[in-house]
């Protein structure tokens, strides 16, 4: 006997739910045809289900795409960095207490204090037919912010060869969710090909047939709900083979309208927006923000970031500040819509020469319309370089609070988390680094303007 199985997979949506009525209508349509003709079908997501630019994502910590999830009857999950590293310990500990799937990740587990009864190693589902499917996860290795979050993660490939081997001869066909990017899904394919499939998410790559590598097939559907993958299986009962394995990806944008859709975006947009309306400070005055130029707002995120830092300086792009800030009383819908990214402060210890060369690579005249993607940032453009308590005299000296540095002195630069990851500047990747969280950026000007009521 041949049976056929079909699995559904998305991954990266980032709380980008312009499609998700209209994909899911699909998926449930396609899903029912299918056990009309007694072939069964999985629902899976590869994680960063969830991001916290998103307002109604941000209002309900991301229980509200848990919901969505539910509704969708997804089966299995994996978690992305955006779950792992964007939400405090105990949210995402308590994050899928109410899901009506599994959860599969094998490299993270608390440093601290109880195991969340949603976080496994593996699942293993199983067909009409009697076929076993084994399900194992793993997510990327972000070790520094999982450790400041109570988290201990370890290095997903090891973890992923141990679940398969540990598997294969329990299960007749081995399939991994993967948040670990392309790179390490080819790599995870070399090293061990007794997994059939690897499910890619992370560095948002599109394998619109699917990728072979060593007899492994690897997917991907991009990003933002763009593509729903689909996976066709055929597995032979006599040998006990999987004997064909088909990926194709569907173009959501193209599926048919469905009815309500702008409806549903708003409903969840005034959802969030109205759990946030909480007043949190008043100010006497309005502050304007500015891409290419210092202005009021970011005069006062500065203030804010060196009183919660206690650092001598601190540096950022003007393009974080999205909106201005108005006058009168405040709330979390007002600051989210200034600073929506997922971004945390980070307090970097340079030397004056170091410092130095920071502030002569930050005049590079390229990056104010740079079109910034990624990284945490959700802005549109980098905007102008800013920095503050620090800046070059005339005789080309850097001055740092109001004094010539001294070079070999080691100074404390409170920047965003996204410049130590090595793009802009290479020498912030291995300089001693303290990260702030769980608190955003928004976070910390939040508690500043407390202070000026």
């Given at each position: 006997m041949l049976e056929t199985i079909h699995i559904f997979h998305t991954n990266d949506l980032h709380s980008h739910f312009e499609y998700w009525q209209r994909m899911q209508d699909y998926i449930k349509t396609q899903r029912l045809e299918f056990a009309k003709a007694g072939e069964p079908s999985f629902l899976f997501d590869i994680g960063d289900h969830l991001d916290r630019s998103n307002i109604y994502t941000e209002a309900t910590l991301g229980k509200g795409n848990v919901q969505l999830l539910n509704e969708a009857q997804y089966d299995v999950v994996t978690i992305g960095n955006n779950e792992g590293i964007?939400?405090?310990?105990?949210?995402?500990?308590?994050?899928?207490?109410?899901?009506?799937?599994?959860?599969?990740?094998?490299?993270?587990?608390?440093?601290?204090?109880?195991?969340?009864?949603?976080?496994?190693?593996?699942?293993?589902?199983?067909?009409?037919?009697?076929t076993k499917i084994g399900v194992i996860g793993a997510t990327a290795i972000y070790e520094v912010f999982y450790k400041e979050l109570n988290w201990h993660i370890i290095e997903p490939r090891q973890v992923i060869v141990q679940l398969a081997h540990q598997l294969r001869d329990e299960v007749d066909i081995l399939v991994c969710l993967s948040h670990l990017g392309i790179s390490e899904d080819e790599l995870l394919a070399n090293e061990c090909p007794i997994?059939?499939?690897?499910?890619?998410?992370?560095?948002?790559?599109?394998?619109?047939?699917?990728?072979?590598?060593?007899?492994?097939?690897?997917t991907g559907c991009s990003k933002?709900?763009?593509?729903?993958?689909?996976?066709?299986?055929?597995?032979?009962?006599?040998?006990?083979n999987l004997v064909s394995k088909k990926e194709k990806v569907i173009e959501n944008g193209i599926l048919p309208e469905k009815e309500g859709e702008a409806l549903f975006i708003a409903r969840l947009?005034?959802?969030?927006?109205?759990l946030l309306q909480t007043p949190i400070f008043e100010t006497n005055k309005s502050y304007n923000k500015e891409w290419f130029h210092y202005s009021q707002l970011s005069n006062l995120f500065a203030e804010a970031v060196l009183d919660f830092t206690d650092a001598d300086c601190t540096m950022f792009n003007a393009g974080i500040l999205l909106d201005s800030l108005k006058k009168g009383i405040i709330t979390n819908y007002d600051i989210h819509k200034i600073l929506p990214h997922?971004?945390?402060?980070?307090?970097?210890?340079?030397?004056?020469?170091?410092?130095?060369?920071?502030?002569?690579?930050?005049?590079?005249?390229?990056w104010p319309n740079f079109e910034l993607k990624g990284l945490g940032f959700r802005g549109s453009?980098?905007?102008?370089?800013?920095?503050?308590?620090?800046?070059?005299?005339?005789?080309?000296?850097?001055?740092?609070?109001?004094?010539?540095?001294?070079?070999?002195?080691?100074y404390k630069l409170a920047t965003l988390d996204m410049f130590t990851f090595g793009y802009f500047f290479p020498n912030f990747k291995y300089a001693k680094k303290k990260y702030y969280l769980p608190l955003f950026l928004r976070d910390i000007l939040i508690e500043y303007g407390k202070k000026l009521i």
């Open positions: 964007t939400l405090s310990f105990e949210d995402l500990h308590s994050l899928y207490d109410e899901a009506n799937f599994e959860v599969v990740v094998g490299n993270i587990e608390p440093i601290k204090g109880s195991k969340p009864n949603w976080l496994k190693p593996y699942t293993i589902l199983q067909t009409n037919y009697g997994i059939d499939i690897i499910f890619g998410s992370h560095t948002h790559h599109l394998l619109e047939e699917g990728k072979l590598v060593n007899n492994v097939l690897l933002f709900g763009r593509y729903t993958g689909h996976l066709t299986l055929l597995f032979d009962h006599t040998t006990r947009a005034e959802q969030g927006k109205q997922p971004i945390n402060i980070c307090v970097i210890e340079l030397s004056g020469s170091e410092l130095k060369e920071v502030y002569i690579q930050a005049q590079n005249e390229q453009i980098f905007g102008k370089m800013l920095t503050y308590q620090f800046s070059m005299n005339k005789q080309r000296e850097l001055i740092v609070g109001g004094e010539v540095v001294e070079l070999e002195r080691h």
